[in-house]
């Protein structure tokens, strides 16, 4: 199938962006198959920007177009409307429903703010939270969005430090918990690091409903240039987070480190022979649906590290340019930038010809 | 870094990775590679080390007019200076593109030149220290621990450029703080020279991959750096030195928004940058394997080159008038068009015929 060209995409915004030939493709297979199915941001013939969904074998079931290059998207709990935010400095978020690919809504970023990239619904679904850049006052902000009534911005929070990126509620239900990576950026600089000399990353709990800070865990002095930029949650409440490293290329920090909100970062190392494979940079963290692993991506190195719930460092897999990945049904499902679904469990691989999947991949409810 | 620093000679000494069963990387395109090893070996010995030798030489030239200049109280705004100032904003330039290895530590790259600024910081900062004299810019060692805005080309071309002191304890202090910066350039640009000498930890890395090297495990990789350098350079040319200041139309044209644009220098930082990228291609090999199996794309990059070569040179107004010129105005859009046309040429069918496709996910920090 045929992704609609940018124009075309933005003049169609507000109505059905996914065939509905696609759409019917992915209900009849949602009746059909088992397993949790999968959603992506991705670029075709590398220029044309949309969205997938995939099926937990790697089929690829439907495509939808966007307006720009998408990113990190959430599913509205209690639904199965999704929302897909544009790739950093972007403007826009759009919310689908999945299972007829009806654009329910385009989100556009205040005219001072621009999205991060990540986001999450409150637990009722009735808000949703987006990392947002405040560039001229130089700060991050949490934009919150009322789902029952348009998507209309009624407020926001600062998320108590700069460059937030990917954010979840946690198993509370009452607090946020936001990696600030700790870059200032500017969207006329697009991908400009405007203070690498100065970062400040951060793990921020912020209260959902006040926007307060609950309590914030940075790193060591000597890793201030350790990005934490996304993260995973428990159902217990531990976070593992990742980050990318901005300091010199010939050290080697460590990237991942899991925390509790009221412990700081215990930093998780990987076997001196793997690590550099990781190339000081992750790009997707995910807690298995048992609890009892993470993976984590590093496009850069092309390798996937599986860990302990321990944190522990357990295998590696390689898979060029993989940076997508999500909890299936038994393990893990990962995509690439070349195309690649592939999982853990049976190591069996799909690709799919000119299509390029994008940094995150999340399940989706069944229909 | 203390208790987390681990220095790439341990991992030397460690056993081979093991990685997998998991999925192999599927080899890009068909038929016959270029020697990747040989691309990254003549990258840097053609062009790389040439290009930073320049940068350190036009660096000392500069500290060394600033100090005589200053000795003589002809302050920071003579000819002569800002002929040495143009050398070596062309010698930046020149290496811009090389946004890997050495230039990367110690933020150096950002400290050289802290550009594009939309936020201005580097005129609140300044003026903050000018008011205050600030006693910690006016020395290098120093100067090199303050914000990236207050340190490197920008900073000084500010400098420069600003209404005529007040008095003579102000334009001392200028003085003092532009021979602060030059010299900071000096330290800045020699240590990456040095850097990049054949014995030292990141060229021999580059030059010898393997599955214990921390930073590439085959000459692809390290020839993906190479790729990615003119990609980005290209991208970066054509968006943030075209785009941006020229704008959609005439009207539309924000020519303060150039590089270089207070001291005038946009055009010959614009002719450096062409030739520069030109010369990437040409001096890695890259342009020689190309002709030998797809002569029209190497044609079609030259003649692109040259053109934007030859346009430039035709532009007889400072950048920030031709922009707005009615009668220069189409070459600079023609100037914007062969960018683009180089970018997506090289990003695309260049990289492709490299076997070099850039990752999707493995490009920028997101």
Redesign the interface.
Known sequence: MKLLTRRHALGLCGGSILSSLAAQGALAHSRREEGPLFLTSA?RD?GQHGGAILSSDGELLAEFALPERG?GAALRPGTRDAVIFA??PGTFALVLDTGTGMTRQLIPSRRDRHFY?HGCYSRDGAILFATEND??G?RGVIGLYDARDGYRRVGEFPCHGIGP?EMALMPDGRTLVVANGG?LT?????????????MAPSIAFIDATSGDLLLRHTPPD??RQL?L?HLSVRGDGCVAAVA?WE????????LIALLDRDTGLR?QVAP??????M?N?C?SVAFSKDGERFAV?S??G???TIWGGDGNYRE?????????LAAGAGGFVFT???G?V?SDGS?E?R?HEEI????HLIALNRP | MRGYKVLIFSLFATGAVNIGPGVAAEAEGDGAKPDYAAIVQATVTGHIRPAYSRMAKASKNLALIMKAACRTDEGVTTPTITKSFMDVASAWVSVQHIRFGPVKDENRYERISFWPDPKNLTSRQMSAVLVKRDATVINAETLAKKSIALQGLTALERLMTMAPAEDREEAVFRCEYAQAITDNLVQISSSVEADWAADKDFPRLLGTPGPENPLYRDHREAALEVMKSLSAGLQFLHERKLVAPLGETLEKARPKRAEFWRSGTTLDALDANFETLMELYTKSGISAYVKSVDEGLDKTLMTSYEQALVTLKGIEKPFVEAATDKALRPKMDYLRFLAEDLQLRSSGNLANTLGLSLGFNALDGD
Do not use: W
Not at chain 1, 247 to 254: F, I, K, S, T
Not at chain 1, 272 to 277: I, Q, T
Not at chain 1, 356 to 359: I, K, L, P, W
């Open positions: 670029t590398g990113h790739r950093r990239g560039f001229d130089e990126h870059i500017h969207p006329d600089a697009p991908r400009m690091k405007l203070n690498l000399a100065e000597e890793l990005s930029r990318q300091g010199a290329v010939l050290e080697q920090p460590p930093f001196p022979a793997v690590a550099p494979r190339r940079y790009g991506s496009p850069r092309g390798l996937i590696a897999i390689a898979l060029e340019d993989g940076c997508g690439s930038g070349r690649v592939t190591r691989m690709r390029a999947f994008d940094n």
